[in-house]
């Protein structure tokens, strides 16, 4: 199946400090990726859905300020956490459509912020 | 809004033993997902369902949706260990092109 690549697969950063999150489809192009994050022992929740050359729609409640996305490549997308916060320490995971009928997810980013 | 219900949260079985997986949903579904996710790792697919009656098996997994769409069920057949993890079901929201997903379940197997 097609694959999907983040990078990193853990940071720890300060709080106030911004994180940069890579998703990459690499044998595919994906002209859109998600966005999910997951909090411990919960299930995977939406948080925006990145385009290709336009901007990011996201879900709601989620702040688009704060949370970053740029998808200038048909490969890239990328998450940024701006001025990261305890309470923005989770698992972040992206995903794409890789045939059109199966969406397939990346290994995830665990993100702690002290 | 839509919502995907699993049952049961959590399972324990003896290795060997068969069980089966819930996924309930509020409204017809319209292509249903099956993935299997590992602690810290990301989202392993396993199967899609599309049609109402349809069955897809794989290995020792078998996956099914309901006639009405409505509901969907994954049977493991002489569990191991190698299939412990969390099974997460998955549906398309309606209008759009991302996947929701359902609570959860927590599989876990005793060698």
């Known amino acids: 199946g097609a694959v999907v690549s983040q990078h990193p697969s853990w940071v720890i950063c300060k709080s106030g400090t911004s994180v940069k999150i890579e998703c990459r489809s690499l044998?595919?192009?994906?002209?859109?990726m998600f966005w999910y994050r997951q909090f411990p022992k919960q299930s995977l929740m939406l948080m925006a859905t990145?385009?290709?050359?336009?901007?990011?729609?996201?879900e709601q409640g989620v702040e688009k300020d704060k949370f970053l996305i740029n998808h200038a490549s048909l490969t890239l997308s990328t998450l940024t956490v701006t001025s990261a916060h305890p309470e923005d320490s989770s698992f972040y995971i992206c995903s794409a459509w890789g045939d059109g009928e199966t969406q397939y997810f990346g290994p995830g980013t665990r993100l702690l912020v002290l | 809004s839509q919502e995907l219900e699993q049952s049961p949260q959590s399972l324990i079985v003896q290795e060997g033993k068969n069980l089966t997986i819930n996924c309930t949903s509020s409204k017809t579904l319209y292509g249903l997902y099956w993935y299997k996710q590992k602690y810290g790792e990301g989202l392993i697919f396993l199967m899609m369902l599309q049609k109402g009656g349809e069955e897809k098996s794989h290995e020792k997994i078998t996956a099914k949706l309901d006639e009405k769409k409505q509901q969907s069920s994954l049977h493991i057949t002489a569990s191991q260990p190698s299939h412990a993890g969390i099974y997460l079901c998955g549906a398309h929201q309606t209008g759009a092109n991302n996947l929701f997903f359902g609570t959860g379940t927590r599989l876990t197997v005793i060698p």
């Open positions: 044998d595919f192009q994906a002209t859109t």
């Open positions: 990145s385009n290709e050359g336009s901007k990011a729609t996201y």
